[in-house]
């Protein structure tokens, strides 16, 4: 097994041993959206295990070093990335911003806290990819404040076919520590969910809005 996909089920056993991310193929939780869902994920649990947030910073950080090593700034979505990208920036002594999902509403009514000098290439730390628009958001407030974001990178993605196609229609790279089918495989190892139960929860990814009914 390559050091990447150790990695990836090293994340994705973190993540349920903690609870981050709860499995229930036959109880499904509903979502805000209304959408009946397998899976709930809460990834802001991990910034309360010292040693699973510094994995999860160690990962970004490699795929920085490797791929994106012209980063100036590391950037944190709001509210799940900013501890994140803080930990990030501190490994790699890079300069830290954080982007809010709407402008301030007093003030300078900034969306960009944190110094942002025009042309800085740009990394965008999040804690999960859904849908992928509000990722996408942020990285193109990166571009908009004269900035150049060169990728966002996230713990965790559902894998939607949607936040594949957004990425790629506004040609901005995403890529993520560890993913749902990795989860899945690393769940049934663990006995989070039986094998039988892969099929449910493959049919609720391929198509979401009509899972449960």
């Given at each position: ?6 990695l ?22 509903t ?25 999860i910073a ?15 700034v590391?950037?944190?979505a ?13 490994k ?37 990819i859904s849908?992928?628009g ?16 060169l ?31 990795v ?31």
């Amino acid at each position: 097994m390559s050091t990447t996909q150790t990695l990836r089920k090293q994340i994705a056993s973190s993540l349920l041993n903690i609870g981050a991310v709860a499995l229930r193929p036959n109880e499904p939780f509903t979502w805000a959206s209304g959408i009946k869902s397998p899976i709930y994920c809460d990834n802001r649990l991990t910034i309360s295990y010292p040693e699973i947030r510094d994995l999860i910073a160690d990962g970004f950080a490699a795929i920085i070093r490797e791929q994106y090593p012209d980063a100036e700034v590391i950037a944190g979505a709001a509210t799940g990335g900013i501890p994140h990208a803080a930990w990030v920036a501190q490994k790699l002594n890079l300069p830290m911003i954080y982007v809010r999902d709407k402008p301030k509403g007093h003030g300078k009514e900034n969306m960009i806290e944190g110094a942002l000098k025009s042309g800085q290439k740009v990394v965008v730390i999040e804690d999960l990819i859904s849908t992928g628009g509000s990722s996408l958001k942020v990285a193109l407030a990166v571009n908009e404040a004269g900035g150049q974001a060169l990728a966002v990178l996230a713990i965790f993605t559902y894998q939607f076919e949607k936040a594949a196609g957004v990425f790629a229609a506004a040609n901005i790279p995403v890529q993520t520590l560890t993913d749902y089918t990795v989860l899945l495989e690393t769940a049934v190892e663990l006995g989070n969910i039986q094998l039988q139960d892969i099929s449910l929860m493959q049919s609720w990814r391929a198509n979401p809005q009509e899972f449960g009914k």
